[in-house]
């Protein structure tokens, strides 16, 4: 144990920012705003492309999938540094972060070739179809099957939740191709573009507004797929959902720590919820770090995500509660304004709150991971 | 930074595991022995963190505690036999004091070292029978708590909380009504999830305050304020749940999870409960 930061990590940092300082889009240039989490104007596809381009897009790949073969400790100082400045580094962070980390790892090299690269260097979007009417936390009973029909896959069945999917130009999609198996065992990952017949989107407005379109249904009508667009082996994907979100899930954290520090500097109080909240997001980094050079096993990523994201919705609460009636108030600036990241700046304490529970129901909800600490930390029976 | 245990922290770490599960029947002036000879009571702020972890777990019988973490950094060494000090200005509920060899006095003339026999230490009647504290009788006394002290009670509480955790798990599992081990109701599953995530989130705070006495960092105070208030909270949720969990088999004299409970609600009662410690913080 020690305090003393690693040189190696700090020149990483120090190099970074400097690179940050020089390149970051300025105010003029960083308009309009992205309206959803696969929408990008075109600035933002020109940040990303120059993020990629100085190898800053994803550190720990190697320098022809944007990245400089970074440690995890450097790659963790890589989004720290981000999350202090409150920078996006993608306007499609799945697209970024899960589809295309994806196919790095299950993909061929054509996929990579013709779907992560164009995805990494901005060129398109993705979205991911995992989620359906019947398959939330239950996952592995997703419904949307998938035919083999010579060199080509047909497509029926709907997904739900899929984020920026209107805006997104293919879709990474969770498919039952053996209905016979097990669930965990007839499952396959397709990649599906959005302009393919026999796919719909609808978006639908989430809690904060009507014109907050970012949530989609897609539904998929007898639509054919290239045998070419699969991705792993068949009936593998469940390894590949894992795997996916996996990668995501070792740094979620961070997104949580960013969020906490945001409170810390939105809703000082001299009120005992806020040492709480000094305490969560001390203790969350510290987990954090040892997690970084220990156990990375997914139990331990869901200590992280319970912990992380119960904090901000108690804190988020707090700092509604304190402000009695003029809590009401909507819309609110509760955050200095910040070209590159303008959600909690336009953003009311009512709605920070209720935005809170992105954090205990996304990604697998509080609840499954209690579960999942119970059953594998706890050894508690199934 | 790095947050982890080194090899020899984990070495020791897993000796004082053996050592004070070997030792638990033995008499308390033997363990008390055995602690000196092995120099437990000499381990700088990270190492005597790890022995007390372990101490809480077992419940410590010895004066283990006091003569390291509130004596011996007022005192700036170790006492002859035992010690213990008067460091929160009032003189009241003074952990072993009724039984310190050596007593260190914070005064509004600095710190004054007196024999144990030297001062009135009248122990005080609490509910944990194995607890010793007294109020001593001392003039000029002021406030000046240690912050290894604050320390010392957070992780050695954070010990007795995951033993509570232990026997809670063990119990659960093996108690079947409804024909099935009632351990696999999510009723008790997130309990006892919600009682380990407070656990690590007390656990990572205490070795943060001992990592920054032992580097002299500037935010060695507030992390002593974190570390005993995040102990505090630790022990809410896992004495309410650990004794619920239990049911009827918890409420006994006979069922040592009692001996724990106890330890770990003093644990907070004593030098500023978790309410004090957060008020500490925003000041």
């Given amino acids: 144990m020690r305090l003393t930061a690693d040189p190696e990590v700090e020149e990483f940092r120090a190099e970074f920012s400097a690179f940050l300082d020089a390149n970051l889009p300025s105010e003029q240039e960083a308009v309009p705003r992205s309206k959803s989490s696969a929408d990008m104007p075109e600035w ?40 202090r400045r409150r920078i996006y580094h993608s306007f499609n962070p799945q697209g970024l972060g899960i589809i295309a980390a994806s196919l790095l790892t299950f993909g061929t090299e054509e996929q990579k070739r013709r779907w992560a690269l164009p995805i990494l260097r901005a060129e398109i979007t993705a979205a991911l179809g995992m989620s359906e009417p019947g398959a939330g936390s239950d ?77 989609n249904e897609v539904f998929f009508t007898d639509v054919r797929v ?106 609110a600036f509760t955050a200095p304004f910040n070209h590159m990241n303008h959600e909690p700046f336009i ?22 991971q209690r579960n999942i600490i119970a059953e594998r930390i706890l050894g508690l029976p199934r | 930074m790095d947050f982890e245990f080194d090899e020899d922290q984990r070495l020791l770490q897993q000796m004082v595991r ?21 120099g437990w009571l000499e381990a700088p702020p990270v190492e005597l963190a790890i022995v007390l972890e372990e101490l809480g777990y077992v419940a410590d019988p010895t004066p283990f505690l006091a003569t390291a973490t509130w004596f011996a950094p007022l005192a700036g060494r170790l006492p002859e036999g035992s010690g213990t000090a008067v460091c929160d200005g009032t003189g009241r509920f003074v952990l072993d004091a009724d039984r310190a060899d050596e007593i260190a006095l914070v005064t509004g003339d600095g710190v004054v070292v007196v024999k144990g026999s030297d001062v009135r230490a009248d122990r005080v009647a609490v509910f944990d029978q194995t607890l010793h504290v007294a109020h001593v009788d001392a003039p000029g006394l002021v406030a000046g708590v240690p912050d290894l002290a604050l320390m010392g009670l957070a992780i050695t509480t954070v010990g007795s909380c995951r033993r509570i955790l232990d026997m809670a ?26 009682m380990y995530v407070a656990i690590e989130r007390a656990r990572a705070l205490a070795y943060f305050s001992a990592l920054t006495i032992a580097e002299d960092d500037p935010r060695r105070r507030r ?27 918890g409420f006994t004299w ?6 724990y409970l106890k330890r770990a609600k003093a644990g907070d009662l004593l030098l500023g409960t978790a309410s004090e410690h957060r008020r500490a913080l925003l000041a």
Avoid at chain 2, 20 to 35: D, G, H, I, M, N
């Fill in chain 2, 169 to 194: 798990v063990a119990h659960v599992k093996q108690r079947v009504q409804f024909d099935v081990p009632i351990g696999s109701f999510q009723a008790v599953k997130h309990k006892a999830a919600d």
């Fill in chain 1, 226 to 331: 290239p045998r070419e667009n699969l991705v792993g082996p068949l009936n593998d994907g469940w390894r590949v959902a894992n795997g996916s979100l996996g990668h995501e899930r070792t740094m979620l954290w961070i997104s949580f720590a960013e969020r906490l520090e945001d409170l810390v500097r939105d809703a000082a109080s001299d009120a005992e919820w806020y040492a709480t909240l000094l305490m969560d997001l001390q203790a969350l980094r510290l987990l954090g770090y040892r997690q970084l050079g220990g156990d990375q096993s997914p139990a331990q990523i869901s200590v992280l995500k319970l912990l992380g994201s119960e904090a901000v919705q108690h804190a988020s609460l707090h700092a509604l509660e304190e402000r009695g009636a003029e809590g009401l108030v909507h819309p």
């Fill in chain 1, 139 to 215: 996952l592995a009973g997703l419904r949307t099957r998938a035919v083999l029909a010579g060199d080509h896959f047909v497509v029926n069945g709907q997904k739900v939740w899929t984020s920026g999917a209107h805006d997104a130009d293919v879709l990474l999609t969770f498919v039952r191709t053996d209905p016979e198996a097990p669930k965990h065992k007839g499952i396959s990952v397709l990649l599906i573009p959005t302009d393919t017949e026999g796919v719909v989107r609808r978006p639908f407005g989430s809690i904060t507004g009507p014109e907050d379109l970012d949530f």
């Fill in chain 2, 254 to 259: 006979e069922n040592e999870l009692q001996i």
């Fill in chain 2, 18 to 38: 053996e050592t004070v599960t070997k030792s638990r029947s033995l008499p308390e002036e033997e363990l008390w022995a055995q602690y000196r000879e092995l």
């Fill in chain 1, 44 to 83: 933002a596809r020109r940040w990303q492309r120059t993020l990629f381009d100085a190898g800053w897009l994803l550190p720990g790949q190697p320098p022809e999938y944007g990245g400089r073969n970074a440690t995890l400790a450097q790659q963790l100082a890589h989004l720290e540094e981000l999350s």
């Fill in chain 2, 223 to 249: 992390a002593a304020a974190m570390a005993k208030a995040a102990a505090g909270e630790c022990q809410r949720v896992v004495f309410k749940h650990g004794l619920q969990l239990f049911g009827a088999m």
């Fill in chain 1, 347 to 368: 953003s009311s304490w009512f709605e920070r709150y209720v935005r809170s529970f992105a954090g205990t129901i996304a990604g697998g909800t509080s609840e499954i």
